[in-house]
């Protein structure tokens, strides 16, 4: 079975920071696209950041300046380093690998391609985790 364990939520003030892991388990991440996705109840998932490990190339970078991804090879590890939250930054937080190559790739990990939407079964998901910022 492959999956992502995703780890690192919690609850902290705004202005703190917090680091996302997700780690692949029974696959490796070369070849693939990642994503960081979050998503609020009755809201669709919001994509954040799509990051190709090959090279390291940054495709989406919505929240720059503030949240940062990265990856380490070695470690089959994607990482979301968040700094200055605010209390709207308050959200499950899911981690995503794409199934597919190249340009169905990216087609797969778009804005709402979460659980519900027809893409997400093109990638494969943690289980997401939750980040709680209080004001």
């Known amino acids: 079975e492959v999956k992502l364990v995703e780890s690192g939520g919690g609850s902290v003030q705004a202005g703190g920071s917090l680091t996302l892991s997700c780690t692949a388990d029974?696959?490796?991440?070369?070849?693939?696209?990642t994503a960081w996705y979050r998503q609020t109840p009755g809201s669709e998932c919001e994509l954040i950041s799509v990051l190709r490990l090959d090279d390291g190339t940054s495709f989406v970078d919505l929240l720059k300046g503030r949240f940062t991804a990265s990856q380490d090879n070695a470690k089959n590890t994607l990482y979301l380093q968040m700094n200055n939250l605010k209390a709207e930054d308050t959200a499950v937080y899911y981690c995503a690998a794409s199934k597919e190559d190249g340009d169905e790739a990216a087609r797969g990990l778009g804005d709402g391609a979460c659980r519900g939407s027809p893409d997400y079964d093109r990638n494969i998901w943690g289980r997401g985790t939750q980040v709680t910022v209080s004001s």
């Open positions: 029974g696959f490796t991440f070369a070849g693939r696209l």
